[in-house]
């Protein structure tokens, strides 16, 4: 509860140098405006009075304060208020001033806005009668005038009900009662919203998990995909050998396919997991209904069927959650399976291809070879030379000692015929022996050029050729093998398996539903809901009404 604030009343005495001269008194009537200017007869013209000059003097001063306009006509209404009659904004402001009247103070400001129209109109008849009752004489005075008491003052002695003190005192404690009521009210309302929106619900989740809730088993297990070490390995991929890493890929799969559709089709197919929820038995809450879609089935498997991955670890968390603990312990035991089958598929393919490629270079490289072979030796039993090179190194020998013999002749000769008397007989057979020689020699270089079977030197490119044709086919072979035991190492280390470190054992006492756990998360939920959403009314109401 508000209360207006209770101006102080004052009284105006006026000292007897005070009194007013009726001739400096401006009035307003109009008949007193002809005596006051033929007073004096000297002066011609209009002298305006000293409160004339005082209150322009004012209103320039209040002109200076740099008011807004939004003030000036909260002035004016103000002034209305109070009957005053004004002739601008800033009279309006120095006639309040005057009589000790704040216009923007915030409690003038609301009393504007407090009486209703009603009120207001028969305030200002009021106002209006009491001014036609005023003697003309007084509606001239501005300022305020003593009053002439008859008979004997009042006393300075009050009753208790009249002492401002104790006035004061039954004010506030009127307003602490009602404060302390209001305190009451809005306690019992907060509390009854809190039992509504937090109590209720909870007591009533916790009624759900303590009584009505079907127990349930969890079976846990653990289980670790590994990569098979490889001697050589070396690098960069040497340094995640045998950490998580090398097989984050394959773990993340893993665990996508144990809760994809695929492994809940096979599981429906081979043990009955949706049959097992529509047991009568479970809770409603829990148990799925009997014309229930593939949808429905799917979000129960994903609520029942937990798979968490350790990263730095490497290690797949498992965790199936079943009415009874041996169907717990069975759909385990399925997903593993399934699991298994998985991994063994993740790298088949590539195993496959790297081998089959291999093996298929391998084959082509030998067919090649022995084609080589086979031309090799054809050549060889065509030219009837075993070896190009030393049958050309043998005949070049050959036509080298001829030259040799044939220079020898040739200078037996030559000292032959030095002589004055030559022996005719020795001439002639130095020279048919050189004739013998150099056409055994021509003989020899047509031999080394060509022929009846061809020239030796194509006879020896071609048979070199096959020679170098086979060399090539022979390494290709070689190196189709390397590649072959490189990709039967590689597709051997590409190989997955999965090693189980936690086998899944059906629980005998249930796992869920931990009744304390839930109803005290059930608790903090509804009450963070109840807190937002009263912290968002309390914020929307303050923009309100502000």
């Not at 003038?108 to 009021?126: F, M, R, S």
């Not at 001697?231 to 050998?241: D, T």
């Not at 396919?257 to 997991?273: M, P, Q, V």
């Not at 629980?507 to 608790?523: G, Q, R, V």
């Amino acid at each position: 509860m508000t209360t207006k604030p209770k101006a102080q009343k004052f009284r105006i005495r006026r000292s007897s140098n005070s009194t007013v001269n009726p001739a400096s008194a401006p009035d307003p009537t109009p008949q007193s405006a002809a005596p006051q200017q033929a007073a004096p007869s000297g002066v011609s013209g209009s002298v305006d009075s000293a409160a004339t000059v005082s209150s322009e003097t004012d209103i320039d001063a209040i002109r200076q304060e740099g008011l807004t306009g939004r003030q000036l006509r909260m002035a004016r209404r103000v002034a209305q208020k109070n009957g005053l009659a004004v002739t601008s904004d800033f009279d309006a402001v120095r006639q309040l001033r005057q009589q000790g009247v704040d216009p923007f103070q915030r409690a003038n400001v609301l009393e504007l806005v407090t009486p209703n129209d009603a009120q207001t109109k028969a305030a200002a008849g009021q106002m209006q009668v009491a001014t036609a009752k005023v003697p003309a004489e007084q509606a001239k005075v501005q300022l305020p005038q003593t009053v002439q008491r008859k008979g004997t003052l009042p006393s300075t002695k009050v009753g208790a009900h009249d002492n401002p003190a104790e006035r004061r005192a039954g004010e506030i404690r009127r307003i602490q009662k009602d404060i302390a009521k209001r305190r009451r009210r809005n306690m019992l309302a907060l509390f009854g919203r809190l039992g509504m929106f937090v109590i209720l619900p909870t007591v009533a989740a916790g009624w759900y998990f303590f009584v009505h809730a079907t127990p349930m088993y969890g079976t846990k297990s653990e289980f670790v995909i590994q990569q098979a070490e490889s001697s050589g390995g070396g690098g960069l991929g040497g340094l995640f050998q045998g950490t998580g890493l090398a097989t984050q890929t394959d773990s993340t799969t893993v665990q996508s396919y144990i809760t994809s559709r695929s492994a809940l089709e096979r599981l429906n197919e081979d043990h009955g997991f949706a049959e097992h929820f529509m047991n009568p038995e479970i809770d409603a809450i829990q148990r799925l209904a009997p014309d229930s879609s593939n949808e429905d089935a799917f979000a129960v498997f994903q609520d029942h069927v937990q798979v968490g991955y350790d990263p730095t670890e490497g290690i797949l968390k498992m965790e199936v959650i079943a009415a009874d603990p041996d169907k717990s312990q069975e759909f385990s035991e399925a997903l593993i399976g399934y699991a298994e089958e998985q991994v063994d598929q993740l790298t088949q393919r590539v195993r496959s291809d790297q081998m089959e490629g291999a093996m298929a270079d391998s084959e082509q490289a030998e067919v090649r070879r022995q084609a080589a072979l086979a031309e090799l030796v054809a050549v060889q039993e065509e030219i009837q030379q075993p070896d190009a090179t030393g049958a050309t190194a043998a005949l070049q020998q050959r036509i080298t000692t001829l030259e040799i013999s044939l220079d020898n002749e040739r200078l037996n000769l030559a000292s032959l015929l030095n002589n004055r008397r030559p022996n005719e007989a020795q001439v002639n057979a130095a020279e048919n022996q050189i004739l013998f020689i150099q056409e055994q020699i021509d003989l020899l270089r047509g031999q080394l050029s060509g022929g009846e079977g061809g020239s030796i030197v194509s006879n020896n490119a071609r048979l070199r050729q096959a020679e170098e044709n086979y060399l090539i086919a022979v390494q290709k072979v070689q190196t189709s093998l390397a590649s072959l035991d490189t990709a039967r190492i590689e597709a051997n280390r590409q190989v997955r398996y999965m090693s189980v470190s936690v086998e899944p054992i059906a629980p005998d006492e249930a796992t869920y539903p931990k009744s304390f756990e839930n109803t005290l998360l059930a608790f903090l939920i509804f009450s963070g809901v109840y807190l937002m959403i009263s912290l968002t009314t309390s914020i929307l109401r303050e923009q309100v009404s502000s």
